[in-house]
């Protein structure tokens, strides 16, 4: 599976990727990443600052499935894959390094890991919002005003 530029755009911009794993017992755990970046064609990293349950979960059962979506035009991508942790090693370092090319201001003594994601299947993801046959443009305003009014309302004007 090789990352189209899309995918890669929105995952630069967006950065929050929601991480689903599945725990020993079998239920769904889903945890938001603000680290979430493209390693390449291929691969996907996020960093592990706050996340045991997460990198439990794939000790037992690597598969994972990360959605990055676009809040204000409401479109993203699901990437389905295997996760590998790296806690020290030259995997780890490169994670790293890529975490602060990519403009990450995380202290590296706060990263416990790095999860790399071997992207297998990947997909779009569309709101319905769209079946009405309306422009991104549309959309887009809609969702900025109501944000606006939102946070008017929560913290003034």
Known sequence: ???????????????????????????????????TVVVDDSHLLFAD?????????????????????????????RFKGTATVHTDGDRYQRGLALLGERGSSLPGDRVRSIV???VVEAAALVSPAYDQDVSEQSVAANWLAKVAQLYRDRFGS
């Open 116 to 118: 790399v994601v071997e």
């Open 49 to 77: 600052v706050a996340s045991p349950n997460t990198v439990r979960n794939l000790s037992g059962n690597p598969h994972i499935e990360i959605n990055v979506v676009d809040p204000i035009v409401r479109k993203g991508y």
């Open 1 to 35: 599976m090789e990352l189209t530029a899309d995918m890669k755009r929105v995952v630069a911009e967006q950065q929050l990727g929601f991480i689903a794993t599945v725990t020993p017992d079998g239920r769904p755990n889903l945890s938001p990443k603000g680290t």
